[in-house]
Structures are given as structure tokens and as C-alpha cells.
Nanobody, 121 residues
Framework: QVHLVESGGGLVQAGGSLRLSCAAS????????MGWYRQAPGKQRELVAH???????NIADTVKGRFTISRDNAKNTVYLQMNSLKPEDTAVYYC???????????????WGPGTQVTVSS
């Protein structure tokens, strides 16, 4: 029983900022990589940013320089700071995490239900 819950989405004007949070809870032995994906209407889900448990990050070219990913390992929480938002950033943002539920298992991927981000022009 692992649960991911996103928060922080909403409506913002172009050029504004939002900070998304995602907390993992439940039966967790270790939380490894965590990341953010997004899916806009009529488009495929795409990777936005990823961070390992040691803090190494990858970020999509489309948001590089505007978005920052970070995490708090003690809280099993990952954040996405979104600045200089554009209308094309409008999407449902999903949290993803690779989690081991026991010391004997490999990591499995878990998804949150998503949070809507809408950027008006």
C-alpha cells in the first residue's frame, strides 16, 4: 500500500510561478528515483524532471532554466518549482516514484493521481 499524493496545482497567469509537492506514504523500505511527468490534452505523457535519492537531476529541455526539481528524503517528498510559466505548460502533472516496499524486492514504479496546472495567457 504505497500512495503518492500531489498538491500545489492551480491556475496562474503566464510568467507566474507554482510549486508542486508530492509525498509518498505507506509501506516504504526505500524511495529511490522520483520525478514529475505531465500530460496536456491531446498529447502523450512526457517526462518533466527526475531526481535520484542522492540528488542527481535530469530535466527536460522544454522546461530547463525555468523548472527546478528537489526532494526531502526524510519526508519522502519531491518538489517541482515552476517559474516563468507559459501557456504550453498547461497539463496534468503526475508524480512518479521508484519504491522498494521490502528489502527483498526491486523498486516498482508508483504514480500519483495528478494535479492540474493551468497557465492563462
Amino acid at each position: 500500500q504505497v500512495h503518492l499524493v500531489e498538491s500545489g496545482g492551480g491556475l496562474v497567469q503566464a510568467g507566474g510561478s507554482l510549486r508542486l509537492s508530492c509525498a509518498a506514504s505507506g509501506t516504504i523500505f526505500s524511495t529511490n528515483g522520483m520525478g514529475w511527468y505531465r500530460q496536456a490534452p491531446g498529447k502523450q505523457r512526457e517526462l518533466v524532471a527526475h531526481i535520484t535519492d542522492s540528488g542527481n537531476t535530469n530535466i527536460a529541455d522544454t522546461v530547463k532554466g525555468r523548472f527546478t526539481i528537489s526532494r526531502d528524503n526524510a519526508k519522502n517528498t519531491v518538489y517541482l518549482q515552476m517559474n516563468s510559466l507559459k501557456p504550453e505548460d498547461t497539463a496534468v502533472y503526475y508524480c512518479n516514484a521508484a519504491i522498494r516496499t521490502t528489502r527483498w524486492d526491486r523498486s516498482d514504479n508508483y504514480w500519483g493521481p495528478g494535479t492540474q496546472v493551468t497557465v492563462s495567457s
